[in-house]
């Protein structure tokens, strides 16, 4: 089993010396883990005496090269070790990868590693440094092991087998209650555990290094429908798209994005990519240039979840935004609770002062529609209104009367 996940920690900026790797080396040790250090230069990699211990070589450091390690890696997991530790260098992340490694008795124990990239001064990176943990002690059932081994390589293989489709959610004016825009999400139809929500495989998606590939898909099959709606006559509704943060750190993502707009032939005022606040506020000028080159193309762009994150005001005028999305945990009780209704007020007499539109998610009862459309909110979205609904109710609802809120 083998998963990654990229996290934003700032890369280590000069390689350290070689009785600092030795005294890392020596305190790994001491904790039951076998540290490595992979030189992306020469392509050389050390391996501690723990590490050796651990892969079932003879307990002393050694020095070689990175097929002494992946040879010893499952098969099934191999190319996903290599792409993850390789793919980390390239972007400058640190990573952590589970897979099975072969011990000196024949049998494959779970192991996880743990790494950081060291750059030079010019963020070049040098070399990867970490460590590598056996999981078996921790009493990880190998049936467990080899579930999550399996649903992997199912999830490896739904975008080939065109097993992801997309719902949508329609989104309607407060004031009329008619359709104006549908949030485009993501669902897995596995063939044999049905139709699986968001929560229950984006993460492994994440972990496995498919959100980049996926989330292309996604882009493009909203946006070809989005066009086919403008076709048959519906021009003004708009579909939204979440983005991830792996997306938004794409260097080449604008561009990606651009493509599929010319390809698909959908109007790109039509689009609106939702983002939330913790995804550009640990990196602001980086998602600023991002989201420039995004909102250049003619993309709208919007603020999903808003208020949970960190400082939130302080970067509305900053980010290059059309709108903002009011996290849902704001309306709860809001039409009782006056405290939480003039957090709703102040929100959306501020966005509406930095001429943003207010969206407002969750919305579940008709109380709560009410003191919305009272506070002045722009859109409301929630199963009040509707529910998530396959691509083909939506091409439906596109194309006949608008819904009306109740």
């Not at 003619?298 to 939130?312: A, E, K, M, P, V």
């Not at 704001?330 to 007020?345: G, K, N, P, T, Y």
Request: proline share 4%; net charge negative.
């Amino acid at each position: 089993m083998a998963t990654m996940t990229r996290s934003m920690h700032t890369p280590t900026r000069s390689a350290p010396g070689a009785a600092a790797l030795e005294r890392v080396s020596r305190s790994v040790d001491v904790a039951s883990e076998g540290y490595w250090d992979w030189n992306l230069v020469t392509g050389e990699v050390f391996y501690s005496r723990r590490w050796c211990e651990m892969a079932g070589l003879p307990a002393v450091a050694l020095r070689g090269d990175s097929q002494l390690w992946l040879d010893r890696v499952h098969p099934d997991d191999r190319a996903m070790v290599r792409s993850a530790i390789e793919g980390a260098g390239r972007c400058c992340a640190s990573v952590q990868t589970g897979y099975r490694l072969l011990r000196a008795d024949g049998l494959y124990r779970p192991m996880r590693v743990q790494a950081v990239v060291v750059c030079d001064e010019f963020d070049v990176p040098v070399s990867i440094a970490g460590w590598q943990m056996d999981m078996a002690p921790r009493e990880v059932e190998p049936e467990v092991i080899t579930a999550e081994a399996v649903f992997d390589a199912e999830l490896r293989r739904a975008l080939a087998r065109n097993e992801f489709v997309l719902h949508y959610q329609p989104i309607v004016a407060a004031s009329s209650g008619g359709i104006v825009a549908f949030e485009a999400l993501i669902r897995w139809q596995h063939p044999v555990r049905g139709l699986l929500a968001p929560d229950q495989f984006l993460k492994r998606l994440q972990c496995l290094g498919m959100m980049v590939e996926v989330g292309r898909w996604v882009i493009r099959e909203a946006c070809e429908h989005c066009a086919s709606w403008q076709r048959t006559g519906a021009h003004n509704l708009t579909v939204s798209i979440n983005l991830s943060a792996i997306q938004l750190e794409d260097p080449e993502f604008a561009a990606e994005v651009a493509q599929i707009v010319m390809e698909t032939k959908v109007d790109a005022s039509r689009i609106i990519f939702e983002i939330t606040e913790d995804l550009v506020i640990h990196n602001t000028r980086q998602a600023i240039d991002a989201l420039t080159s995004l909102r250049a193309t003619g993309i709208r762009l919007f603020i999903d979840d808003f208020g949970t994150g960190y400082s939130s005001l302080s970067y509305l005028q900053q980010l290059p935004v059309d709108g903002l999305k009011i996290d849902r945990a704001f309306l709860e009780e809001i039409e009782q609770e006056s405290a939480r209704r003039e957090i709703v007020r102040a929100i959306i007499d501020l966005a509406h002062a930095l001429g943003l539109e207010v969206v407002s998610e969750g919305v579940e009862r008709p109380e709560q529609l009410e003191m919305l459309r009272t506070l002045g909110c722009d859109r409301v979205q929630g199963f009040l209104l509707a529910p998530p609904m396959n691509s083909d109710a939506a091409d439906l609802l596109a194309c006949s009367s608008n819904l009306k809120a109740s």
